[in-house]
């Protein structure tokens, strides 16, 4: 999904939870590298949520209600959360099943349950990516369909591991 929003230009807000006690974000997903994703910002916090003060400022200067995608771990408590704050804040939310996670798989289900309950729309990273799309005929949709293509195999094993959940 990264590299999607790079060739989409969507905006990309990453938080880390409790730098000093956790860690660093993982290094594989190249936050804020010359080579890498470009975040709008990438904001420690100590809140479950990421609908942090820092990110609030940041998401109040684009055009709203917004369209957000959901991707992390611990879906039961960061993801849902923050998804949570996003939805009564008014805006469109939408978590994609394979790239959400939790250290206790059986979480997962429960909570994208309760998310789809609470009106976040549950779908997938292809699914969304060709929605977000909507037409072959755009610039962008090679390099999309080829990094899908490039993915599937690991896209194809989240949603194995979620079909067995």
Request: glycine share 6%.
């Amino acid at each position: 999904m990264l590299k999607a929003s790079k060739i989409l230009n969507i905006p990309v807000i990453a938080t880390t939870q409790n730098r000093a006690r956790l860690g660093e974000t993982c290094a594989e997903l190249n936050l804020d590298t010359p080579e890498g994703i470009t975040t709008l910002i990438h904001a420690d916090k100590t809140l479950f949520s990421m609908w942090t003060p820092e990110v609030r400022e940041v998401l109040s200067k684009l055009f709203t209600p917004l369209s957000c995608v959901i991707v992390g771990i611990e879906s039961h408590i960061c993801v849902t959360q923050t998804t949570l704050d996003l939805l009564r804040e008014g805006h469109k939310v939408y978590i994609l099943a394979d790239g959400v996670s939790s250290c206790n798989k059986e979480e997962i289900p429960v909570a994208l349950a309760r998310l789809r309950a609470e009106g976040a729309v549950v779908t997938t990273s292809e699914s969304w990516l060709y929605e977000c799309m909507g037409d072959a005929g755009i610039e962008e949709f090679r390099a999309i369909a080829k990094l899908v293509k490039d993915t599937s195999g690991t896209t194809n094993d989240a949603l194995q591991a979620l079909a067995k959940i």
